[in-house]
């Protein structure tokens, strides 16, 4: 590359200030700035030309049109406009004006360079802003994933401000019934609480004009004040499965995340978190909080985890100790078929599926009474194992005993998920 002749090539194109001189050749060499590159190459011309050197005017740069004597403004800009948000990390991206893009590639038309030659304006703008940033705000610029990422619009002369959701992990407890996991809006109202009727609107009788089937859920309890806590807009609450509504969730809990959308604090006092939703929460407690990564949402949705359930029987006719016995021992390292219970078929596809039970134990409360354990797969239906949900699951506990069987009671007393490193550190923040 003959740089003297390219240099004036490039001068000879209009006024250039002297980062756009040295991005042309911004391969080469190694510890200089595009800055100075151009400044080297602008002072080796006029010495090699012997001629006077004159400073260029970097506002009247006809390429970048005085951008890049902004990028202390623009650094500037971002950190103001993040000024009310937590980060730790961030990345800087430009819109580029259309007019800019071409004048970039017409620098490099002109003096007969291949058009990727030395580095693009985008890219150097990116680059120069963003370092500015980190020194302003003292935080690492992560191109994966930053926690905020600032859109640098210089058609407009502002910057859009994107902050990525914050996570907390953790386990619930469900120690009362009847409450499910997210909120359950009314089927027949459509959450709204009001009917038409022919005196017009009324509340709704299936939900009593309360929009919801159930007064509260383990989302409502734990949510919100997640969100308070990192002063966001919004939280999503994301769970490993989840129990049926009449089910207790005890032992260790049930895995979930907690998403924060758009929030201003990322580092909450977790253990003053956690002390505030046990202490306020209805019939919900929560163990084991901790700061997450955004890859720990889909780790808890994907976790294949078996659980151990608790359950009370009540059989049509009275059985003897070792009929139950019996019976258990025949489901234990069984595979059942269950075809879609008649309780979800509205919103489940339906089909036949197949569950192993991986242990089953139990004892008579009296004749016509049992409580039993099951560890099973997850997505095995308890409550049709031991029903047979007429004939849809095979074999059952009611199809082993020859009666009806019924669970009256039901609680999960224990989640475990197949990967033993689920809460491993490269998904929590410590």
């Known amino acids: 590359m003959d740089l003297l002749r390219i240099t004036r090539e490039l ?39 012997d001629i006077e050197y004159k400073r260029p005017d970097p506002d009247a740069c006809w390429v970048c049109e005085g951008h890049c004597n902004e990028y202390e403004t623009w650094a500037e800009r971002v950190a103001e406009e993040a000024r009310d948000y937590e980060f730790n990390t961030y990345q800087v991206g430009t819109r580029v004006p259309p007019l800019i893009e071409e004048n970039d590639r017409l620098l490099r038309e002109d003096a007969d360079l ?204 009275p059985i003897d100790s070792s009929t139950l016995s019996a019976a258990l021992d025949e489901l234990e390292g069984t595979t059942i078929e269950q075809f879609t219970p008649q309780r979800v078929d509205h919103r489940r596809a339906s089909q036949t599926r197949t569950r192993d039970v991986y242990a089953a134990g139990g004892e008579l409360v009296d004749e016509t009474t049992a409580t039993i354990t099951i560890d099973g797969e997850g997505g095995l239906y308890i409550k049709e194992l031991v029903s047979g949900d007429d004939g849809r699951t095979t074999p059952s506990l009611a199809g082993l005993v020859n009666t009806g069987a019924t669970v009256t009671e039901l609680d999960v007393i224990a989640v475990e998920g197949e990967d033993e490193e689920f809460e491993q550190e490269d998904h929590l923040i410590a």
């Open 114 to 317: 291949p058009s990727d030659a030395g580095e693009s304006f985008k890219s150097a703008f990116n680059r120069e802003v963003g370092k500015r940033v980190g020194a302003l705000t003292d935080s690492q610029v992560d191109f994966e994933r930053p926690d905020i990422l600032a859109v640098l619009n210089l058609e407009r002369g502002d910057v859009d401000l994107q902050v990525n959701p914050a996570f907390v992990y953790g386990r619930y407890r469900k120690i009362e019934r009847d409450i499910p996991q997210t909120e359950w809006p009314c089927r027949e109202c459509g959450g709204s609480g009001k009917q038409f009727g022919d005196e017009g609107e009324v509340p709704c009788e299936h939900c009593d004009g309360e929009g919801y089937l159930y007064p509260t859920s383990v989302e409502e309890e734990v949510s919100p004040h997640v969100k308070e806590a990192m002063n966001g807009e919004e939280a999503l609450f994301h769970g490993a499965g989840r129990e049926d509504v009449d089910a207790l969730m005890l032992g260790t809990g049930r895995p979930f995340v907690v998403e924060v959308k758009n929030p201003a604090i990322r580092t909450p006092d977790i253990e003053a978190l956690q002390k505030t939703i046990n202490d306020h929460a209805d019939g919900v407690e929560v163990d084991g909080l901790q700061l997450a990564t955004h890859t720990m949402v889909e780790r808890v949705k994907e976790l294949d985890a078996s659980k151990v359930y608790r359950a009370t029987v009540q059989f049509d006719d």
């Open 11 to 49: 001068l000879d194109t209009g006024p250039l200030c002297n980062a756009c001189l040295g991005r042309v050749v911004a391969d080469r060499s190694f510890g200089l700035t595009n800055i100075e590159r151009g400044k080297a190459l602008r002072v080796t011309a006029a010495i090699d030309e």
